[in-house]
């Protein structure tokens, strides 16, 4: 990960994430979206981090992973499942598999 | 720019107490950012500059992580098509921001989910300007607050494998989208698109498989927007 890479990412990332705020800003009630683009924004968004959700909590490069990372993922995921605030969803997660580890658990 | 005291009393304790309980989850958010991103590898100052120059916690995730995985151009598409939904949400908040320039320059930055749901929940235009204001500050300055708190983190855990840090990802990510898919079409979509990235990982290049998963909007179906589910996903 090369600082220019960096740089360059956050900075367009940043520049067009402000663009898009701005322009509807300034679009304001004078136009409308079609119901079903204002319907698959932030669809779009469940898309993108449930994929990415997946794929970490599932693969390392590629291959599958040890059985301890799915486990304390899914551990948090009935933690959030059943509304545990935030810090204990993520800090739930990290415990079960850190303790699968230490009992040897790939 | 913005008198907090006039802020607090136009809105009322009650939804300035939710707002505040909003900000320090968001705080929490933050600093499993800081964590996460420092054990990834990322250096400091570039996780503090997401922070501050992004400011949109859900594409933070996701640059970094395609980043880290030596994709900075599916980290830009990722995340510009992930801040895609703030056009609308933008539209809807615009009479917020209207008035002076420096304002709506200001304001605009500040347009993360929580600021739009907490502003068009509220009665009248005097109480949406004060919601709007009250959370984009507070969630400004805990999210950085947090970042920076979750780098000391981060460094002081070194490998991401150890603690659990590389399991408490996926499920943070998991909890930003919960809200969204307790709701039908939503859960259809984020699984879809989960069993597609999944799949496609094992022979698309590192960054591809997760925006291969926006093939799940096909499934999205034609039900109505409901404003009700305006909310989150970082």
Same mark, same amino acid.
């Given at each position: 990960m090369s600082a220019t890479s960096l740089v360059v990412v956050i900075a367009v990332l940043g520049v067009g994430t402000y663009s898009l705020r701005f322009i509807g800003v300034l679009i304001g009630d004078k136009m409308r979206l079609s119901p079903l683009v204002a319907r698959l924004l932030p669809l779009g968004a469940v898309a993108l981090l449930a994929g990415l959700a997946a794929t970490a909590a599932l693969l390392d490069a590629g291959h599958f992973t040890g059985a301890a990372r799915p486990a304390g993922v899914l551990a948090g995921v009935v933690a959030a499942w059943l509304k545990f605030p935030f810090i204990a969803v993520v800090v739930i997660a990290a415990a079960i598999s850190a303790a699968l580890r230490l009992a040897g658990v790939p | 720019m913005v008198n907090m005291s006039t802020v607090w009393r136009t809105l009322g304790w009650r939804v300035a107490r939710d707002i505040t309980a909003v900000g320090v989850a968001v705080g929490f958010v933050g600093l499993s950012f800081g964590a996460i991103a420092v054990a990834t590898g990322v250096p400091p100052w570039a996780v503090v500059g997401f922070s501050v120059v992004v400011f949109a916690g859900g594409s933070q995730f996701l640059a970094v992580a395609l980043v880290a995985a030596g994709n900075p151009v599916a980290a830009i598409l990722g995340g510009l098509l992930l801040n895609a939904r703030h056009l609308p949400y933008a539209m809807a908040v615009a009479d917020v921001l209207s008035g002076s320039w420096r304002r709506r320059l200001f304001g605009t930055h500040l347009m993360v989910d929580e600021a739009v749901a907490f502003a068009l929940a509220q009665p009248d235009p005097p109480r949406r300007r004060a919601a709007y204001w009250l959370t984009g500050v507070l969630l400004f300055a805990l999210w950085q607050v947090g970042t920076v708190a979750g780098i000391f983190i981060g460094s002081a855990v070194g490998d991401p494998a150890r603690y659990g840090l590389d399991a408490a990802f996926p499920a943070a990510l998991v909890a930003l989208l919960l809200p969204r898919v307790r709701e039908r079409a939503g859960l259809r979509v984020g699984l879809i698109a989960a069993v597609v990235a999944v799949a496609s990982s094992f022979f698309? %290049? %590192? !960054?591809l498989p997760v925006l291969l !998963?926006?093939? /799940? #909007? #096909? /499934? /999205?179906?034609r039900s109505t927007v409901d404003k009700s589910t305006l909310v989150v996903a970082g």
């Open positions: - | 698309a %290049p %590192p !960054g !998963g926006l093939v /799940a #909007l #096909l /499934a /999205a179906g």
